[in-house]
């Protein structure tokens, strides 16, 4: 009996074994699943380049814009910022030249027309006073052959700060020492350094120091990483666009006069004769300077009446009127994008301490 149970238990084991190796098999046999193909990586898309022969017609803003001397003395910019600042060159001593452009919000005031003397406005918009002594004339219509005669005009334009003449400049200034000893620390060389002649040397050297670098002055100097590639695609978009016919030099514009509406009629009457007011030649009638674009995404509102709001449609309108081309809203976007990386960096400008009125210093004149 022992031995048949031993023959029973020893044939289940082999069976059971059996069944085993033939499960082992059955699994072995089984082909494994096939992986999932793995998605094919997109190949980079190429580094967005623009052609730098385009850019030949520009150049980084120098760290300041030296007059013809090619010298800026630190007295005669001193001088200038303090007179930059001071009221009291204005009939009313309630108006500077800081009003109307002010240094902290980008040169100008932002609005269409800058209200002056008992707050008359004047017939065009302020524009920016940053990086302007790269423009080849200044004012709208050109008058002025550089930002020291340009500083003169306002002090006597009677919508402006309206004082009377040239000698009621010099009395307020004569009537303080402390201004008498900057003039002549300012411009040593001068037998007589206050003159009228000589405010306009000294703000102008003070403007000469407002200069704004922007990430655009460093794509200029070949760094290809200065400028987003957003950015890059709105460059080649102005360029292919034809923006640079106008728009050219180290203030990217502010070189040349266009008539307004050259390639296509203003949507709008043109009432301002522009360059004509200046040269009183009836070809020059319509035509006004090319605005530089350093900060434009900072000096709204736009042209010289200031009625644009936008920059986008500024740069509609330019496309269409000027250059013939109608954007979609997209190309607009794209050009805009690069335009504000010509916004700059701002001056720390800190306002000066101002000489002391004395008892010989005209009053205030609200007429």
Known sequence: ?????????????????SLAALGCEEKKATP????????????PKPALTVDRALLN??????????????????????????????ARLSKNQDISCNTCHGLDTYGVDNKPLSPGHKGQLGARNSPTVYNAATNSLQFWDGRAKDVEEQALGPILNPVEMAMKDEAAVLAVIRSMP????????????DKDPVTF??????????????????RFDKYLGGDDNALTEEERAGLAKFLDV??????????????????????????????DNGRFDATKDAADKHFFKVSALRNVEKTAP?????????????????????????????????IVTFLKSLTGELPKIDKPELPKSTAKTPKADAT
């Open 57 to 86: 017609a520009y150049a980084p803003l120098p760290e300041k814009m030296l007059p013809p001397s090619g010298a800026l003395s630190d007295d005669a910019i001193a001088l200038g910022k303090q007179l930059w600042f001071d």
């Open 242 to 271: 034809g923006c640079n016919t106008c728009h050219t030099g180290a203030g990217v514009g502010g070189r040349d006069f266009k008539k307004l509406g050259q390639a296509k009629a203003w949507p709008t009457e043109i009432k």
């Open 1 to 17: 009996m022992i031995r048949h149970h031993a023959l029973v238990s020893l044939s289940a084991l082999v069976i059971a074994a």
């Open 302 to 334: 736009y042209f010289h009446d200031g009625s644009v709001k936008t920059l986008e449609e500024a740069v509609k309108l330019m496309a269409t009127h000027q250059l013939g081309k109608d954007l979609s809203d997209a190309d607009v976007a794209s």
């Open 197 to 214: 002649a000589n405010v306009g040397n000294a703000i102008g050297a003070f403007e000469r120091t407002l200069v704004t670098p922007s």
């Open 32 to 43: 494994a699943s096939n992986p999932a193909p793995k998605e094919a990586t997109p190949a």
């Open 178 to 189: 402390e201004y008498v000893a900057s003039f002549k620390k300012a411009f040593p060389n």
